[in-house]
């Protein structure tokens, strides 16, 4: 089974909109961390946002939030007041335990239209 | 910056010869993965180490090798190139702890002529 999965190939939204990207997470282990990357068309991994498994809260980090749902294991990412700059790919990662490896989602290339 | 250095940033060769990639990882992390990025693909897993020994493996080929020296950096050896080795290769860094990211250098992007 895919340990995370982003089902959204391509996504297109309107500029000053807000945006949701999907992530599913598969996973048995009660210590875990979710991570979104965002990737420019110049190549670059861009870390945006991260959220704990015993984290009660949802991660917040300026225009970004993570909808952390635990029992659906989902941790979408939500971006508002989309801007052109974040025209990207995005990938969505999971941690599992201490110094574990990361699993990366297949991405999700988000348009945004002026 | 990310703190993570990836030399070098470009690299030309032909089919059937051997390069090597070299990371530094970011002062104080103990483990460096290895990744590799297709044009228009997602990011495949190729191996990480933890403080000088293999940790896990992915989907690495056996013409790649890599390995981690007692200063932590990391150098990831293709051999026998081939066509569809062109990609761009990504090395990062992390902390021990789950709750620690992942730091990606700048990535070389190796073509293969």
């Known amino acids: 089974a895919q340990k995370i999965t982003q089902t959204q190939p391509g996504m297109f939204v309107q500029e000053k909109e807000a945006v949701t990207l999907d992530c599913t997470y598969d996973?048995?282990?009660?210590?875990?961390?979710l991570f979104w990357y965002k990737q420019p068309s110049s190549g670059e991994m861009i870390f945006l946002i991260y959220q704990g498994s015993y984290d009660q809260q949802n991660a917040t980090e300026g225009r970004y939030s993570l909808n952390f749902q635990k029992a659906r294991k989902s941790a979408n990412l939500v971006i508002s007041a989309s801007q052109l700059g974040d025209s990207a790919m995005y990938f969505c990662a999971m941690r599992e335990g201490r110094v574990g490896q990361f699993y990366f989602g297949t991405g999700t290339s988000l348009t945004v239209i002026p | 910056d990310s703190g993570v250095t990836q030399t070098p940033k470009h690299l030309i060769t032909a089919t059937g010869q051997r390069v090597t990639l070299r990371c530094s990882p970011r002062?104080?992390?103990?483990?460096v993965y290895w990744y590799q990025q297709s044009l228009d693909q997602g990011l495949q897993f190729l191996i990480q180490?933890?403080?000088?020994?293999?940790?896990a493996k992915g989907n690495i080929l056996e013409r790649f090798s890599a390995q981690q020296f007692p200063d932590l950096h990391s150098e990831l050896n293709l051999s026998s190139l081939e066509l569809g080795d062109s990609a761009l290769y990504f090395c990062?860094?992390?902390?021990?702890?789950?709750?620690?990211?992942?730091?990606f250098g700048s990535g070389t992007q190796l073509s293969v002529l």
């Open positions: 002062s104080g992390d103990l483990s």
């Open positions: 996973t048995s282990d009660p210590s875990y961390g």
């Open positions: 180490y933890y403080n000088g020994e293999e940790r």
């Open positions: 990062a860094s992390s902390g021990s702890e789950s709750n620690e990211k992942l730091f």
